[in-house]
Structure formats: structure tokens, C-alpha cells
């Protein structure tokens, strides 16, 4: 979706004309109930063709495709499904006897709850998320960082507070 009935909130390239009052009753368009069925609410940028060609060079696709065959095979072998399938008791399950979960992991995501209002729906996806970037880590712990980054994605639920 666009950032704003004009499309330039936040852009780089050209100024926004909507008012405040216009962009959020743009974004209240999403019902919370839809907002939460979606995993990953990231902001993208346009960028210039300066910026584009002077990109660094990334991961290729084949080593990014590795790394996803990894993960997924980790899922297989812990809970003989992927974590997008899990149902909220599984991943509780999962949580309380094959994956460790540090106590800052378990404290961050319990305080983002409290502060941002987060509904239990949002706090499963948003541990199914977690779970998936600690396995493509190849991490045997779900830490801090890996609820970070999972929160980090969740810019929508922020934006509509």
C-alpha cells in the first residue's frame, strides 16, 4: 500500500501534500484484524539512479536460497513442519521444550506487547517471524535480537497508536 493518499509520505524524491489528518485516516483503512494477518509491514523507499547503480552488491539469490533450504530443514527436523504452519499451542509447545528462549528475548517481547497493545494474534505471528530469523541464523536460541527484528517489521502497528 501507499504510504498516503498521494503516495509521497516520507519520500525522498517529492513532498507529501496530504495533511496529518489525511494520512491517518488513509492508514485506519486497515482494520487491526487485517493490519495483524500480515507479517512484515516494511517501509520501501524509492531511490534514485545514482543510488541504484552504486548499490553494494548483496547476497546472490543461490546463497539466500541456501540459507532458506537450511532453515526450512531445521524446521522439519524440530516440529516436522514450517513455523508458518505451527498452530499457537505447537509454537508454545515449541517454546517450552526444543528451542530455548532467553529470558531478555521473552522480557522484549512482553514489553512491546504492553507498549504497543499488540493483540495475541500479533504476538504469535510475531514469534513465528522471530522463530524463522533465529533459524535462518542457524541459531539455537531465540534472542533479543531476533524479537527485534521481528518488531522491527511491524512498522504499521506502530504508525496506527
Known amino acids: 500500500m501507499n504510504p498516503c493518499p498521494c ?38 523507499q524509492t531511490i534514485n539512479s545514482d543510488e541504484l547503480q552504486n548499490a553494494p552488491i548483496g547476497d546472490s539469490s543461490q546463497l539466500i536460497r541456501e540459507r532458506v533450504i537450511a532453515a526450512q ?18 509454537l508454545d509447545e515449541i517454546l517450552a521444550n526444543k528451542l530455548v528462549a532467553s529470558a531478555a528475548s521473552l522480557e522484549l517481547l512482553a514489553k512491546a506487547m504492553s507498549q504497543l497493545k499488540f493483540s495475541a494474534r500479533a504476538y504469535h505471528r510475531i514469534l513465528k517471524l522471530a522463530l524463522s530469523i533465529a533459524d535462518l541464523s542457524d541459531a539455537q536460541t531465540l534472542e533479543a535480537n531476533h524479537i527485534s527484528e521481528a518488531l522491527s517489521y511491524r512498522g504499521l502497528d506502530r504508525d496506527s497508536q
Open 73 to 90: 530443514k531445521r524446521q522439519l527436523l524440530r516440529q516436522q513442519k514450517l513455523n508458518a504452519n505451527l498452530s499457537n499451542t505447537e
Open 7 to 44: 503516495g509521497y509520505f516520507g519520500s525522498r524524491q517529492r513532498a507529501c501534500r496530504c495533511s496529518p489528518e489525511q494520512v491517518q485516516r488513509y492508514r485506519l483503512r486497515l482494520s487491526g484484524p487485517l493490519l495483524d494477518r500480515i507479517d512484515l509491514h516494511i517501509p520501501m
